[in-house]
């Protein structure tokens, strides 16, 4: 065993495919390594008891708020499987990850956790197996979750995900692309705003399933252009993307400001990221010098916070 066990993850955007996702058709999404949160895990000496220091709570474990209890479970899970279930610790957890802005703060931090933790006891951790475990946060966080935030979370690469079915890893090779990801300051608003697409589906059928078949056809399209460089066509899907989340009203005037500001400042093509009614922008450049151009109007716009994730790593 060592004597500190550490774990990173990061921040996932879906680029495609959000809310057609819940239709079954296919989204693609991104882990973020430009937003990234750690973990740190060591046994206490002398009979401490456990404590966890964060952003949200610094205290005893014992005392964890209710918005941690997903974590709690997990971290017992992981304990009992080594015996140690009974072991005090510190957990310390460092996060870039602003929450509820549908970046999968909290299955990232869970990933980071169990990876912790593993590497604590110095043992290696399969994606499966800590899919498993994150699920059990998210199960008890999100109530009801998709399972993408985990999947992205845990992957060096995009990935296309249809819902219940196993997600793949994709080959991207866009050499010189950078996505701006741009928080509106506003929360998102999942649970409402995918009540109100189910509404729709409900009130106008055909219209909203056409919308949602679009998406479909977005997405599928996207591969190929991953791997063929093609970051203008990309960009025309992203604002296709865009119009057709417009049109099942997920979207609201800042998100379409923010979107207009970045196509007007040269990214090759901008959409809301997430479940919408607030959350994320990401915009698509071609350039590391037009993100920063990008990311600064769309700050001088009303952006609370920007980040810039070179898409050529992958
Ligand atoms: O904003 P987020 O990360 O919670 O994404 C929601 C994505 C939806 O497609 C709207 C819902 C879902 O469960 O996939």
């Known amino acids: 065993m060592k004597k500190y066990g550490n774990g990173k993850s990061s921040a996932k955007i879906i680029w495609f495919g959000e809310h057609s996702v819940v239709y079954e058709q296919p989204a693609i999404a991104l882990p973020l390594s430009a937003v990234s949160v750690s973990a740190q895990i060591s046994f206490n000496e002398n009979n401490e008891p456990s404590r966890i220091y964060s952003r949200y709570y610094d205290g005893l474990w014992r005392q964890l708020p ?62 499966n197996q800590l899919l498993q475990y994150v699920d059990i946060e998210e199960q008890i966080t999100h109530g009801n979750p998709s399972g993408l935030d985990a999947a992205t979370a845990s992957s060096k690469w995009p990935i296309w995900y249809v819902k219940g079915a ?5 080959d991207m090779n866009l050499a010189g692309a950078f996505l701006v990801i741009a928080d509106s300051g506003i929360k998102g608003k999942t649970s409402e705003a995918v009540a109100n697409v189910s509404d729709q589906m409900t009130t106008d059928y055909d219209k909203t399933n056409s919308i949602i078949m679009e998406m479909g056809q977005i997405a599928s399209a996207v591969p190929p252009l991953l791997l063929n460089n093609d970051i203008d066509e990309l960009g025309n899907l992203m604002n296709a993307n865009h119009n057709c989340l ?50 600064k109007q769309l700050e001088k716009h009303g952006a609370t916070k920007t980040w810039i994730q070179p898409l050529g790593q992958f």
């Open 246 to 295: 417009r049109q099942l009203h997920v979207s609201n005037q800042q998100l379409d400001k923010l979107q207009r500001v970045a196509v007007l400042a040269g990214a090759k093509g901008a959409k809301l990221t997430g479940s919408g009614l607030g959350g994320c922008l990401i915009a698509l450049s071609d350039s590391a010098q037009n993100a920063s151009l990008v990311a």
């Open 166 to 170: 196993e997600n793949m890893q994709l």
């Open 66 to 127: 209710r918005e941690l209890a997903g974590i709690k479970q997990m971290v017992i899970k992981i304990l009992s499987r080594f015996d140690k279930a009974d072991q005090a610790f510190t957990l310390t957890i460092e996060s870039e990850i602003p929450s509820e802005r549908g970046m999968g703060s909290s299955a990232a931090t869970a990933v980071a956790i169990a990876r912790a933790t593993f590497n604590l006891f110095d043992k290696n951790i399969s994606r």
